[in-house]
């Protein structure tokens, strides 16, 4: 059982990257995925930044990233994508999504939850963003 991200990199302020989210080896259906993301050195300070419901399709995002950040959910690769444009410095972080049972929890709610705990959790990819 597995969350793969993909896609980070080295960008300078105003361009685009897309990370990518790959499972594996449990069932994608009637789970929250959301990406998080989190300075090193600052462990307390666990951004969620958007989720996505794998049975309908619910997104939600942090006030941070809204109009800029895209999630999106391919089902038939397991696969959960974050579209991110208009990048900034302050975006600079490891990146990583997470896996929760959706349950009755609404996304935002997940998002909340998986804050704290996930069912499955991906190693992160690093996001570096230059003035």
């Known amino acids: 059982v597995q969350l793969v991200e993909s896609g980070g990199g080295l960008v300078q302020a105003g361009g685009s990257l897309r990370l990518s989210c790959a499972a594996s080896g449990f069932s994608f259906d009637d789970h929250a995925i959301a990406w998080f993301r989190q300075v090193p050195g600052k462990e307390r300070e666990r951004e969620g930044i958007?989720?996505?419901?794998?049975?309908?399709?619910?997104?939600n995002y942090a006030d941070s990233v809204k109009g800029r950040f895209i999630i999106s959910l391919e089902n038939a690769k397991n696969t959960v994508y974050l579209q991110m444009n208009n990048l900034q410095p302050e975006d600079t972080a490891v990146y990583y999504c997470?896996?929760?049972?959706?349950?009755?929890?609404?996304?935002?709610?997940?998002?909340?939850?998986?804050?704290?705990?996930?069912?499955?959790r991906g190693q992160g990819t690093q996001v570096t963003v230059t003035a």
């Open positions: 958007s989720c996505i419901s794998t049975r309908d399709g619910e997104t």
């Open positions: 997470a896996a929760l049972a959706q349950g009755v929890l609404n996304t935002m709610e997940a998002m909340s939850v998986m804050r704290f705990r996930s069912d499955y």
